[in-house]
């Protein structure tokens, strides 16, 4: 079992920054994707940033440019650098794991292939 635990959400101006951070408990797989979904109430978790296990990294369009995705496995430890945040960024922020993905890109992969989910962190952005 593969626990994931997120921080650093809080309530920030627009324009401002934020580092969330995923801390996980040790990975062996050879193949993975590990990505950060957002949701709003009501509505359907969104994955806006993702990283295979070979570094790539691929972002949803109204992130591109403002958020960057990276990884630490040194520190088991699973980053999103959002900047110049907008209202429109309010949600709560998850990390999630899908061992065993093989591909090149998997942000736009559903919710479902993932095994894995952290508790989530709020990000409230105002303008």
């Known amino acids: 079992q593969v626990r994931l635990v997120e921080s650093g959400g809080e309530s920030v101006q627009a324009g401002g920054s934020l580092r969330l951070s995923c801390k996980y408990s040790t990975i062996k797989w050879r193949s993975y994707c590990m990505t950060w979904f957002r949701q709003l109430p009501d509505k359907k978790r969104e994955g806006v940033a993702a990283i295979v296990r070979t570094g790539r990294t691929g972002y949803i369009e109204a992130v591109k440019g403002r958020f960057a995705i990276s990884q630490d496995n040194t520190n088991n430890t699973l980053y999103l650098e959002m900047n110049n945040l907008e209202p429109e960024d309010t949600a709560m922020y998850y990390c999630?794991?899908?061992?065993?993905?093989?591909?090149?890109?998997?942000?736009?992969?559903?919710?479902?292939?993932?095994?894995?989910w952290g508790q989530g962190t709020q990000v409230t952005v105002s303008s």
């Open positions: 999630a794991a899908a061992p065993g993905y093989a591909g090149s890109r998997c942000v736009d992969l559903d919710s479902s292939y993932y095994n894995f």
